[in-house]
Nanobody, 128 residues
């Protein structure tokens, strides 16, 4: 049974940083995407970043325009964990953040329909 467990959320002031972690069990990181999504109250869940192993040590990453240059997604193969380093946080980054796994390489990484597995989420709150 696949389990994705997020951690690292919290409350920070604008300009601060947080590092989210997504520990996967029952799932082996492969060439499929693992991603981070977020959902603010009253809004749809949106893709934030994704990563996949392209083979031969090459990793492909993708980011939403709203977080480019501020967020970095990475993967620790030995821990089977995906991270989201979030810097220069803004109040509009406030949301529940979800980890997702197993989107095929040819799929839309930013679409919730592309992923087969989801975590329960971790709350990020950024105050001005």
């Amino acid at each position: 049974q696949v389990q994705l467990v997020e951690s690292g959320g919290g409350s920070v002031q604008a300009g601060g940083s947080l590092r989210l972690s997504c520990a996967a069990s029952g799932y082996t990181y492969s060439r499929n995407y693992m991603g981070w999504f977020r959902q603010a109250p009253g809004k749809e869940r949106e893709g934030v970043a994704a990563i996949r192993n392209g083979g031969e040590g090459i990793y492909y990453t993708a980011y939403a325009d709203s977080v480019k240059g501020r967020f970095t997604i990475s993967h620790d193969k030995t821990k089977n964990t995906v991270f989201l380093q979030m810097n220069s946080l803004k109040p509009e980054d406030t949301a529940m953040y979800y980890c997702a796994a197993d989107a095929f390489p040819g799929s839309y990484w930013y679409s919730v329909n592309s992923y087969n597995y989801w975590g329960q989420g971790t709350q990020v709150t950024v105050s001005s």
